[in-house]
């Protein structure tokens, strides 16, 4: 079964940047898009960036422009770069396939931004 795990949050103060990193599974690098999402206390999880295997990538309006979604084909590893957060960026980030999400979900990695 496919599996992903997610690290690199942490608590960082409005207008800092961090990179997160996700391990996925040969199979579902190679054959699925997969996708970051985050889910805020008392919101529901949402799509913010994603990428094909063919590196086409996709953003919610939220983060377009200061989010960078790549992949390092080499490392079945997927990152998401986040420059200019803000505190609305708090929340736990998860990847997994896009848009499905049909892969066991992993712990994810707490992002906090916060001054």
């Known amino acids: 079964q496919g599996r992903l795990v997610e690290s690199g949050g942490g608590l960082v103060q409005p207008g800092e940047s961090l990179r997160l990193s996700c391990v996925a599974s040969g199979t579902i690098f190679r054959t699925y898009a997969i996708g970051w999402y985050r889910q805020a206390p008392g919101k529901e999880r949402e799509l913010v960036a994603r990428?094909?295997?063919?590196?086409?990538?996709n953003y919610a309006d939220s983060v377009k422009g200061r989010f960078t979604i790549s992949r390092d084909n080499a490392m079945n590893t997927i990152y998401l770069q986040m420059n200019s957060l803000k505190p609305e960026d708090t929340a736990v980030y998860y990847c997994?396939?896009?848009?499905?999400?049909?892969?066991?979900w992993g712990q994810g990695t707490q992002v906090t931004v916060s001054s």
């Open positions: 990428i094909n295997s063919g590196s086409s990538t």
């Open positions: 997994n396939t896009a848009p499905s999400g049909f892969a066991p």
